[in-house]
């Protein structure tokens, strides 16, 4: 099986759209640690990128400058270059592409 990388996009600012809703920083805190819970001892790494300083990387500074231009609404989660939650990403919708990539949840073993 091959590590993914599940990357969170967002900013310090709430998404205009997201009012009451969880910062882009509390939804990667909370999306890491129920990953680490669901898929336990499976290797996976979890980045969280500020859309407004985004990496050298590309790929991840392209779906930033989407982001930006209002393309996507943020909080963003992406998984190996699929778009699976945006705004108020939904687990079910992450755990289901984890599991596209072959991890598996620990009550199911």
Not at 28 to 41: F, G, P, S, T, V
Request: aromatic fraction near 10%; hydrophobic fraction near 35%; charge should be negative.
């Amino acid at each position: 099986m091959k590590q993914v990388e599940v990357c969170v996009f967002g900013a310090e600012i709430l998404c205009p759209s997201c009012v009451n809703l969880p910062s882009s920083k509390e939804t990667y805190e909370w999306l890491e640690a129920a990953l680490l819970r669901k898929y336990r001892d499976q290797p996976f790494t979890i980045t969280y990128i500020d859309i407004q300083q985004p990496p050298e990387d590309d790929q991840k500074k392209t779906i930033a400058e989407q982001v930006m231009n209002d393309e996507y609404f943020y909080p963003l989660v992406v998984i190996e270059g699929n778009v699976v939650g945006e705004g108020n990403p939904r687990l079910k919708t992450i755990y289901a592409e984890m599991e596209k990539h072959g991890y598996v949840s620990v009550t199911a073993l």
